[in-house]
């Protein structure tokens, strides 16, 4: 990872095809990026990558607590006057290829154990960042869209909902916003065009129709199918961004953000 640090611009896209590579080895190709993406997270807040200190001679006199001790481990490489942040993105680069050329199994665990990482870690950016570099990951695995839209729905439900007395506790309040915010950043990182299956059945918009209007949603552009074998998380997700839209104690940006969400899922194209 260090020697992506390079000024040579084709020199630094070898290395991150090299860490690509080392990500699709198949005995651990599910798990891969859940580590990765770990390990950038460290470079991240120690602003350098780490290693075993070369002063230990002996590898025997270690014992098993000392691969997380940090006094076992030195700073590979000066930083100094890097923007961390920006090389941050550029380590997250691998993540596109493993989505273009995982199995969908091994892609299948991956995603739902980054999802709930990520709502794990409302306050860290760097988690909805690499969600965006997984984004195209549907492009070739349509099915697995199910897969992610029913992990988020049944974390959302599961959410703390904010009431009045969050109101007096802006600590407590900000917290949950953000944990509330997270499964929704998620999916706002999939490009709508792969939502265009996500349909609910007619009898359910009808039923709606006067909660809809009242958000000024209209209920013609909803795609609908009395078909569609997903029906049951499609209608839970739609239940849960209304919900989200009409809470009086609710987040306005948490309100306005379920209202654009739901048109972008649910709008017909």
């Known amino acids: 990872m260090p020697r992506v640090q390079n000024e040579v611009h084709r020199h630094q896209m070898i290395y991150l095809a090299l860490i690509s590579k080392v990500l699709l080895y198949e005995e651990w190709s599910a798990d891969s990026i859940l580590i990765y993406i770990d390990m950038v997270r460290d470079f991240r807040d120690l602003r350098g990558f780490m290693k075993m200190n070369d002063s230990i001679a002996d590898a025997n006199k270690l014992d098993p607590t000392s691969i997380t001790s940090v006094k076992y481990y030195i700073k590979e490489t000066p930083f100094e006057g890097l923007d961390i942040d920006s090389f941050c993105m550029t380590l997250l680069t691998p993540l596109e290829l493993w989505s273009r050329k995982v199995d969908t199994k091994s892609m299948e665990y991956a995603l739902n154990q ?35 839209l029913g992990e988020c729905v049944h974390i959302m439900i599961s959410q703390l909902k904010i009431t009045e007395n969050d109101l007096h506790d802006m600590t407590r309040l900000k917290h949950i916003i953000f944990v509330r915010l997270i499964p929704m950043l998620i999916l706002q990182t999939i490009p709508k065009e792969y939502f265009k299956e996500v349909q609910v059945p007619r009898q359910y918009i009808a039923l709606l129709k006067s909660r809809l209007v009242g958000l000024e949603v209209d209920p013609g552009l909803i795609r609908t199918s009395d078909k569609s074998k997903h029906s049951e998380v499609c209608i839970r997700l739609m239940d849960e961004l209304i919900n989200r839209c009409m809470n009086p104690y609710e987040s306005h940006d948490i309100a306005k953000f379920a209202k654009s969400l739901l048109t972008k899922i649910f709008y017909r194209q």
Request: hydrophobic letters at 40%; a neutral charge; charged letters at 15%.
């Open 114 to 148: 980054l999802i709930r990482k990520s709502c794990g870690s409302p306050n860290d950016g760097l988690f909805i960042s690499a969600w965006q570099r997984l984004s195209f990951v549907y492009m070739d695995h349509h099915e697995l869209i199910w897969c992610t």
